[in-house]
Each structure stands twice: as structure tokens, then as C-alpha cells.
Nanobody
Framework: QVQLVESGGGLVQAGGSLRLSCAAS????????MSWFRQAPGKEREFVAA????????KYTDSVKGRFTISRDNAKNTVYLQMNSPKPEDTAAYYC????????????????WGQGTQVTVSS
């Protein structure tokens, strides 16, 4: 069965850094586009970043450009989100998601989801 397991969340001070990881199993990892989404209480799930199956293309929401970096290691079946200079407004539960071949930004298009990891940014 397919599993996506996020880790690396926690409490971080504004201006610090944090790296989230998502370990995948049960799927042909190099055939899936991978994304990070986030959701704060009372808000809809929001696209953060995506990376193509072979890692040659990325996309970011405007609010994190220049601060966050998505990457993947297909040999380890893992996708990462490096969060530099996080802001209090980045506080949310972060989820990784996998979609067959196509890199998109719409939650409903994704085939698999992790359980999420909480990121809290203090000022």
C-alpha cells in the first residue's frame, strides 16, 4: 500500500530554518510529481510547492518564493521542503502529496496524501 510520511515539523523562530521530509513507499516514486500543501485552522488547503517526477522542474506559490526550496532524492524515495526565513504566517499543518506524472497545484488532482506535520513559527 502507498504511504507518505512527513517529518521535521516543529516550533521554529521567525528568521530561522526548518527542513521537512516526506518518505514515500509502495509507489513508483520517480513517476510521480510531488507537492507540499499547507492548511491553517479555518482555511482551505493551500498549494506551497511542487516538483516534477525527475526533479527538473519546480513551482512555488508567490508567498514562499525565494525562501522555500522543494527538492527530491529519487534514490531515497524522499521529497524535502527547505524552509528558510519562515514567517508567523507560514504556521500551518504541512502535507506532502503525490500525483501520477503531472505536476499540478490543485489538491483534488493528487492521488496520495500524507498525514501532515505541524509547523509553528514564533515571532
Amino acid at each position: 500500500q502507498v504511504q507518505l510520511v512527513e517529518s521535521g515539523g516543529g516550533l521554529v523562530q521567525a528568521g530561522g530554518s526548518l527542513r521537512l521530509s516526506c518518505a514515500a513507499s509502495g509507489l513508483m516514486f520517480s513517476k510521480y510529481a510531488m507537492s507540499w500543501f499547507r492548511q491553517a485552522p479555518g482555511k482551505e488547503r493551500e498549494f506551497v510547492a511542487a516538483i516534477s517526477p525527475m526533479g527538473d522542474s519546480t513551482k512555488y506559490t508567490d508567498s514562499v518564493k525565494g525562501r522555500f526550496t522543494i527538492s527530491r532524492d529519487n534514490a531515497k524515495n524522499t521529497v524535502y521542503l527547505q524552509m528558510n526565513s519562515p514567517k508567523p504566517e507560514d504556521t500551518a499543518a504541512y502535507y506532502c502529496a503525490a500525483n501520477w506524472v503531472v505536476m499540478t497545484t490543485t489538491p483534488r488532482t493528487y492521488d496520495y496524501w500524507g498525514q501532515g506535520t505541524q509547523v509553528t513559527v514564533s515571532s
